[in-house]
C-alpha cells in the first residue's frame, strides 16, 4: 500500500486555508492551516501601550518552511491594525524585524 505524504515545503497558495487567530485567553497568536494549530506567537503587556512578542513555536513538521513568517507578519499587521506598540523579545521576532524594515515603525 502507498501513503501519500503531505508536503509541507512551502505554505500554500490557498489563503483560505491558513488563518491567524488572537487567542487572547491563552495571549497568543495561534496559525491555523485547515483545521490543525501549527503554531504560536506568545504575547504580554508590556507596559499602558505596548506589547512584548515573547516566542515564536512551530510545530517540528511545519518547521523551516516559512510558517514562522506568515505568523510574525500576521501578528504585526493586527498590531499595526490595533495601534499596539511592540517590544521584540522573541530573537525570530527580531530577525524578521531586521528583514523587513517596513515593520520597524511598530517598535516601542
Known amino acids: 500500500m502507498r501513503h501519500n505524504k503531505v508536503d509541507h515545503s512551502n505554505p500554500p497558495a490557498v489563503a483560505s486555508s491558513v ?3 488572537d487567542n487572547a485567553v491563552h495571549s497568543r497568536f495561534d ?3 485547515g483545521d490543525d ?5 506568545g504575547y504580554r503587556d508590556a507596559d499602558d501601550d505596548s506589547v512584548a512578542f515573547m516566542h ?7 518547521g523551516d ?4 513568517g506568515v505568523l510574525v507578519r500576521g501578528a504585526l499587521n493586527t498590531a499595526r491594525d490595533r495601534g499596539w506598540r511592540i517590544v521584540p523579545i522573541c530573537t525570530y521576532v527580531r530577525r524578521y524585524l531586521a528583514r523587513n524594515p ?3 515603525d511598530l517598535v516601542a
Do not use: H, S
Open 19 to 21: 488563518r491567524i487567530e
Open 31 to 33: 496559525l491555523f492551516v
Open 37 to 41: 494549530l501549527i503554531g504560536i506567537l
Open 56 to 62: 515564536t513555536v512551530v510545530k517540528e513538521e511545519f
Open 65 to 68: 518552511r516559512g510558517w514562522a
Open 102 to 104: 517596513e515593520y520597524l
